[in-house]
């Protein structure tokens, strides 16, 4: 099961430890959702999701602060004897001594963030799904290429990196090259990224490990990219029959999200880098609206229509 060090959530929600003692390096959060505990707080436990991280709130925070110290005590140790990973008061709110009490008696941390408890919701939340969905890797390089991740795939020294070089030196940006972590953060949507060894380097063959930061600047890489489109590198087959058109999309399949896929043929000369920008900008036309092979099929049909028109203007009875 995927999870995520509490650690790093603290790291990057730059939340504030209220209790120190606690030691948090082994607490692992492994769903993306989370929980206000305002039923939990006067005393409904029935479907609890204690394993989630736990917002208190405002309304949460007033609640607690209308009760007797005897009543405090009874509800923090009903909430906290749960195996809950940790809690977290937004708004800058810090918890009274009796909770601080109570929760380094259980060894559950209580965390502090300065921001609305909805747009933590909606942090936490987001990078969380993210962090915790589906990962697979594929061989291949992704680019974001006029803001659309392109991943491009094929054999092994087929020119997917060179064709990555070149469309860093027109201005669009690599996101990983050789291996991209790809993962599902919904039904919809894939994100790839690189992993932490190789982030923005790439091998050239015969030059060798390129950093692209280091060469291009920070503008040429970006750390995660929504894949739109696969471009399948293949080398050129004479004998085999190439969609001229494009009136059917192709798709590629990973963790059960489909995306659309070009088979590009191979063969010297071809300016892979420009086909690489063609092919963006066609498919963000298409999600625009805007087909150009329908286009001209519907200009191939307007004008045989009319053709058929004028031949029967001219028959004679």
């Given amino acids: ?30 769903q993306p959702d989370i929980n206000r505990p305002a039923l939990q707080l006067v005393g409904y436990f029935e479907h609890f999701a204690a394993t ?11 609640y607690l602060e209308s009760l007797s110290d005897e009543r405090k005590r009874e509800v923090y140790e009903d909430l906290l004897s749960y195996d809950i990973p940790c809690i977290v008061f937004c708004r800058d709110l810090k918890p ?7 929760a380094n008696k259980h060894m559950v941390p209580l965390l ?3 921001k609305s408890t909805s747009d933590f919701m909606a942090e936490i ?16 390089v992704l680019v974001d290429v006029y803001g659309e991740g392109v991943l491009i795939t094929g054999e092994s020294g087929i020119g997917k990196s060179e064709a990555a070089l070149e469309l860093i030196k027109r201005g669009h940006r690599l996101v990983t090259d050789d291996v991209v972590e ?22 050239l063959r015969g030059i060798g490990i390129v950093d692209v930061k280091a ?26 029959e190439y969609d001229r058109l494009g009136l059917e999309e192709n798709y590629t399949e990973y963790l059960g999200n489909k995306i659309v896929c070009h ?5 010297p000369g071809r300016n892979l880098a420009v086909i690489c920008e063609s092919a963006a900008v066609n498919h963000r036309q298409k999600k625009m609206g805007y087909n150009a092979a329908q286009e001209l099929y519907t200009r191939v049909q307007n004008s045989l229509g009319r053709r058929r028109d004028e031949d029967d203007d001219g028959i004679a009875f």
């Fill in 1 to 30: 099961m995927a999870s995520v060090s509490l650690l790093r959530v603290i790291e990057k929600m730059k939340l504030e430890n209220l209790t120190p003692e606690i030691d948090v390096t082994s607490i692992r959060i492994t």
């Fill in 52 to 62: 989630r991280l736990q917002i208190i709130g405002f309304v949460e925070y007033t």
């Fill in 96 to 102: 009274d001594p009796i909770f601080l009490e109570v």
């Fill in 112 to 114: 502090s963030t300065k």
């Fill in 125 to 140: 939340i987001r990078w969380l799904n993210v962090r915790l969905a589906p990962c697979i890797s594929v061989h291949g």
């Fill in 182 to 203: 790809l993962r599902k953060v919904s039904d919809d949507t894939l994100v790839g990224s690189a992993p932490d060894i190789t982030k923005h380097f790439i091998e």
């Fill in 215 to 240: 060469l291009f600047g920070a503008s040429a890489v970006r750390d995660t990219q929504q894949v739109d489109l696969v471009i399948r590198l293949e080398d050129w087959d004479k004998d085999k």
């Fill in 263 to 267: 088979n590009i043929p191979i063969r």
